[in-house]
């Protein structure tokens, strides 16, 4: 019980620090809310989740506790629709254990939506590619740290790639890439798997299936072909991050190397609970084709566990010994 919760708090707080980073994106309210608007917000909350949450089954859990929290008076501090968004979403994050879940306030004219915005920084410069290059022994070096949304990150992927094709090992650092697009993701498998690799299927309630996602033509092959590589990873490596790591792990593309990986396990999307208020929320779940499995929860356990900070020492001596002639 006692590693289950640390796992829930450890997911969100996640989210919490993307949500952190992120808060520009979203539109601070300083629109007051009388203590008769709270409950009818709760409950306009809890039925859009019943009506599209991906587990609607743990919507009564949600339910039990929120009015428990409201019964005790923890709610009675709450005089804004930002401060409602902040504290309810955090609780149900937590409940639920469900990174993705979050409230947030946008301007009545703007559409919601789930792709999480940010300052300029580390996630936004170079479509959140950091580094490339070549390391000793000929092996070729990759940090980047968001699935980027933009489609002009595809056109990064293949100057990264094609700058590493000479290489004769490579290694993906994805101990700081904190999710992202789940097409971007696919694209840069694209490059590691044959055209029409299946890899991963999409399902939604009641476990009905929505889509199969395969690898799309690229026109760089050179790493389709046989040759060592890592990823490396951490707790910060979540969501269509974590997809990649799985996708590439279970279809015999890579070695994973580091901690185990966050845990958001699903695919997000937004609804509008009010015209202020909207709800961020896990609607799809992905499934990877090589092991028929989700992480929501477990994360992805490396093949070679170590702390992520030694990851990559680790992972040039793991290759050096794998490239290494056969005596």
């Known amino acids: 019980m006692k590693k289950k919760l640390a796992r829930i708090m450890s997911r969100a707080l996640i989210l919490f620090l993307m949500l952190l980073f992120c808060l520009p994106a979203f539109a601070a309210s300083s629109e007051k809310l009388t203590a008769d608007a709270i409950d009818p917000l709760i409950t306009q909350t809890l039925t859009v989740m019943r009506d599209h949450y991906l587990n609607p089954d743990r919507v009564d859990e949600v339910e039990s506790f929120l009015k428990a929290r409201r019964n005790a008076g923890h709610y009675d501090q709450i005089t804004t629709l930002d401060q409602f968004a902040q504290t309810l979403g955090q609780e149900i994050r937590l409940i639920t254990g469900d990174a993705h879940v979050s409230l947030y306030v946008k301007q009545p004219q703007v559409q919601a939506s789930h792709i999480l915005s940010h300052p300029p920084g580390k996630l936004t410069h170079n479509y959140a590619f950091e580094q490339v290059s070549y390391l000793a022994g000929n092996i070729g070096y990759l940090k980047f740290n968001k699935f980027h949304p933009n489609p002009n990150a595809k056109g990064v992927v293949e100057q990264a790639l094609g700058f590493l094709s000479r290489a004769d090992a490579l290694i993906i650092d994805m101990r700081d890439t904190v999710g992202g697009s789940p097409d971007l993701a696919r694209y840069l498998l694209s490059h590691f798997f044959k055209e029409g690799a299946e890899l991963w299927r999409l399902y939604g309630r009641d476990h009905e299936l929505l889509d199969v996602v395969n690898a799309e033509p690229v026109e760089l092959s050179r790493f389709q072909q046989k040759m060592p590589i890592v990823l490396l990873t951490s707790d910060n490596t979540a969501s269509a991050s974590e997809l990649f790591v ?82």
Request: overall charge positive; charged content about 20%; glycine content about 12%.
């Open 246 to 327: 799985s996708a590439m792990q279970a279809g015999g593309r890579a070695t994973v190397i580091g901690d185990n990986t966050g845990g958001a396990g699903f695919y997000a999307g937004v609804r509008e609970v009010t015209d202020r208020l909207v709800l961020r929320l896990s609607l799809m779940k992905p499934v990877v084709s090589a092991n028929g499995l989700n992480w929501e929860g477990s994360g992805v356990a490396p093949d070679i566990k170590v702390p992520a900070m030694d990851a990559l020492d680790r992972a040039q001596h793991w290759l050096r010994t794998q490239m290494a002639p056969k005596s």
